[in-house]
């Protein structure tokens, strides 16, 4: 059973059949997957959810596939929980995480997006998948690919932390390194795409692809008890998350699942790669593109392919935007670790930062709901963390010997529960 329509431009509105389109002939807008939401509402009720397993394909009929998932069956659905700890920190009275740094199987909030582009690849009978990828879209790209039994061409920039490398070449698809940004990698992937028929996640199936990042945001209005957050901070790379962030609770308010809490959305992004901040500070017309240089890997997009549309999500909710320089986002994931528990990766980093600032300047108010959008998990990105967490106690294997050290921590440690 489907409830996709078609595809829709979204610019000059001209709809077209659910095949592999991804630019309007017309006027060269991109495309989006347009739904029966009449029939949607039939089938779709808080009643039928409450039955349903806790994955992502919970909200099957907000989601652009004909059959049945092919793979991801138990992606989605990741912890949410109030942060106390933090939110004392940073001096606010309700705050959230949403925490897609333990998500299954590869560890971030791409294995959304793959999911729902797999199973689609699959629906339009490719037998070789595809990414242009800053390192996490490869990881999910190469596991998920490989449970689905598909050819994978990973294209990374040859500049990579290892625990993203490694995290890919583990599941044994050809991996590309090219030596050049994430934007050249991009561009040869267009042209790879013109030439050979193979579904790449993020260029020709992209308007099914980025789908899938509306699953973060239904699943925190369900997690919040079916309410939106009034304020949800969101890490920006291509642009595409906070754009479907802001159509989920757009569609949920539609759905009747949830009133309007005037949810404002804000971009986070380090200071070395920031166009889309930079794009929603000026309140400038068009992103102009930058060259990344940021330990923020995951997010150095330089020429984001959403920048425009997220740049008028966040504008539209009313939010603002803020980025966060490389010491800013080590110090964060430190504090994200030490408040709660969490190890995020450097755009994890980018969230807590940017949101600590915005929270600073008074541009988020303190006694307000504010969600934190933790993506991606800080194993994969050690390399900024090492010389600067200090190393372990070392000892001889004796009793006298931990002893001798123990006095000295005592003295410097105490419990925060105390
Ligand atoms: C890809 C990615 C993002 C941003 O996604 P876009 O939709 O491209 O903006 C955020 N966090 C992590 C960890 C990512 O890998
Ligand atoms: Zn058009």
Not at 32 to 61: N, Q
Request: net charge neutral; aromatic share 8%.
């Amino acid at each position: 059973m489907s409830y996709v329509l078609g595809l829709k431009c979204r610019e000059c509105g001209r709809l077209y059949p659910k095949d592999v389109i991804f630019v309007c002939e017309y006027c060269f807008g991109s495309v989006e997957v347009d739904y029966d939401y009449d029939a949607i509402r039939k089938t779709f009720t808080k009643a039928a959810l409450a039955t349903r397993p806790k994955s992502l394909w919970r909200y099957r009929e907000l989601l652009p596939i004909d059959g049945e998932p092919r793979v991801g069956h138990a992606s989605g659905f990741t912890p949410f929980f109030k942060a106390e700890a933090l939110g004392k920190v940073l001096g606010v009275r309700e705050l959230y995480i949403k925490d897609d740094s333990v998500s299954h199987p590869t560890l971030s909030f791409k294995d959304r997006v793959v999911s729902v582009a797999l199973t689609k690849a699959m629906e339009f009978g490719f037998d070789t998948v595809a990414c242009a990828s800053t390192g996490n879209l490869a990881n999910s790209v190469s596991a998920l690919g490989a449970r689905a039994g598909l050819r994978r061409f990973i294209f990374i920039p040859a500049d990579l932390e290892a625990g993203k490398v490694v995290s890919s070449l583990i599941y044994k698809p050809t991996v590309v390194a090219v030596e050049g940004t994430y934007d050249e990698v991009n561009r040869l992937c267009a042209e790879i795409g013109a030439k050979y028929n193979w579904a790449f996640v993020n260029i020709n199936i992209r308007p099914y692809y980025a789908e899938g990042s509306k699953t973060y945001g239904y699943e925190i209005a369900e997690q919040l008890g079916w309410r939106a957050p009034q304020h949800i901070v969101i890490p920006a790379a291509g642009g595409s998350l906070i754009t479907k962030i802001a159509k989920s609770l757009k569609e949920l308010k539609m759905l009747g699942f949830i009133s309007d809490a005037g949810t404002r959305l804000y971009a986070a992004q380090a200071t070395g790669c920031a166009p889309i901040v930079t794009t929603i500070k000026e309140r400038a017309d068009i992103v102009r593109p930058v060259k990344p240089n940021t330990i923020a890997k995951s997010l150095a997009i330089g020429n984001p392919a959403d920048g425009y549309y997220a740049t008028k999500a966040v504008l539209e909710s009313g939010g603002a935007a803020e980025s966060a320089s490389d010491d800013e986002i080590v110090e964060a994931m430190q504090l994200l670790a030490q408040t709660e528990g969490i190890f995020t990766e450097t755009a994890g980093g980018v969230t807590v930062a940017a949101a600590r600032k915005l929270i600073e300047q008074g541009v988020i108010p303190r006694d307000e709901s504010i969600v934190l959008a933790i993506t991606g998990n800080g194993l994969k990105t050690q390399e900024p963390l090492m010389n600067r967490l200090g190393a372990p106690t070392r000892i001889k294997p004796t009793l006298s010997s931990f002893e001798q050290q123990l006095q000295e921590t005592l003295a410097a440690c105490q419990p925060r529960s105390a």
